[in-house]
């Protein structure tokens, strides 16, 4: 009896391994950016933002070149908006602030020197919340830095990724 409930784990875990290799399942790797982002200027954006700088090393990593001179870029990668805000979502019977949102927004475009466009204006919003405790200012400082941290991060995943689209 147990060398057939062996050899029926067996035949399942093969079964599944080849469901899912069929249904085209994979890892994701590293982004792979088409030849007209190998050298990209960003315009518009302030260079000592967390987004920008979070964004520049993403680049860098996905073996882009981010130059200084719109002149030596191959694609202008244009930050049209980027802030990010907290607001109130509800308040305790005391007047006083229980629940925060932030939210993050990220408008871009990509554009070659000559000016035609590459990839049209991309919208990109994220918004977390959490609860917050007025006896835990500290702490809950620490935890809205580590969310904006995380949406940063989140947001420039999703950019490259729709600077991936342009070599389809």
């Given at each position: 009896m147990q060398m057939y409930s062996r050899y029926l784990m067996a035949g399942l875990l093969a079964a599944l391994v080849l469901a899912v290799s069929a249904c085209g399942?994979?890892?994701?790797?590293?982004?792979?950016?088409?030849?007209?982002?190998?050298?990209?200027?960003?315009?518009?954006?302030?260079?000592?933002d967390?987004?920008?700088?979070?964004?520049?090393?993403?680049?860098?990593?996905?073996?882009?070149?981010?130059?200084?001179?719109?002149?030596?870029?191959?694609?202008?990668?244009q930050i049209i908006a980027n802030r990010g805000e907290r607001r109130v979502l509800s308040v305790r019977a005391t007047?006083?602030?229980?629940?925060?949102?932030?939210?993050?927004?990220?408008?871009?475009?990509?554009?070659?020197?000559?000016?035609?466009?590459l990839l049209a204006a991309q919208h990109l919003e994220l918004t977390r919340d959490y609860l917050f405790d007025p006896?835990?200012?500290?702490?809950k400082a620490n935890e809205e830095e580590t969310l904006r941290r995380d949406m940063r991060r989140d947001l420039v995943r999703l950019a490259m990724l729709r600077l991936e689209s342009l070599a389809r």
């Open positions: 399942f994979h890892l994701r790797g590293a982004v792979q950016l088409p030849p007209q982002l190998s050298k990209v200027y960003l315009q518009g954006g302030d260079p000592y967390l987004l920008v700088r979070d964004w520049t090393r993403a680049l860098a990593t996905a073996g882009s070149t981010v130059v200084t001179e719109a002149q030596d870029a191959t694609a202008i990668l007047g006083k602030a229980q629940e925060y949102e932030l939210y993050q927004i990220l408008e871009f475009r990509v554009r070659d020197p000559a000016g035609r466009e006896t835990d200012v500290l702490g």
